[in-house]
Nanobody
Framework: VQLQASGGGLVQVGGSLRLSCAASGRAVSSYATAWFRQAPGKEREFAAAISWSSSSTVYADSVKGRFTISKDNAKNTVYLQMNSLKLEDTAVYYC?????????????????WGQGTQVTVSS
């Protein structure tokens, strides 16, 4: 499966953005999918994941209650709705996928990655 992330941009504190991860080559419905992010000078960190069946989602504590991950199988796309954005949400966001039975926050479990999309939150 090939993944293409998009939707990043510049937004003010408190604003919203929706990231998209369009899959091609394979149906995203058969993959667990996740969003990770990497801020300048920091290691890549987990943000959110959704199971292959969409029955289970998991979030990092830092984004819980503000971010929502979802999947549209008809469009073969996974989304990350980001609300109430904070300065510390500034990062390059990556989508990832793999054949996992459940969601996983470990980036080593995902073998398919899209290119990053930059999210910058300004004051």
């Amino acid at each position: 499966v090939q993944l293409q992330a998009s939707g990043g941009g510049l937004v003010q504190v408190g604003g919203s953005l929706r990231l998209s991860c369009a899959a091609s080559g394979r149906a995203v419905s058969s993959y667990a999918t996740a969003w990770f992010r990497q801020a300048p000078g920091k290691e890549r960190e987990f943000a959110a994941a959704i199971s292959w069946s969409s029955s289970s989602t998991v979030y990092a504590d830092s984004v819980k209650g503000r971010f929502t991950i979802s999947k549209d199988n008809a469009k073969n796309t996974v989304y990350l709705q980001m609300n109430s954005l904070k300065l510390e949400d500034t990062a390059v966001y990556y989508c990832a996928a793999d054949h996992l039975f459940l969601t996983d926050s470990d980036d080593l479990q995902y073998h398919y990655w899209g290119q990053g999309t930059q999210v910058t939150v300004s004051s």
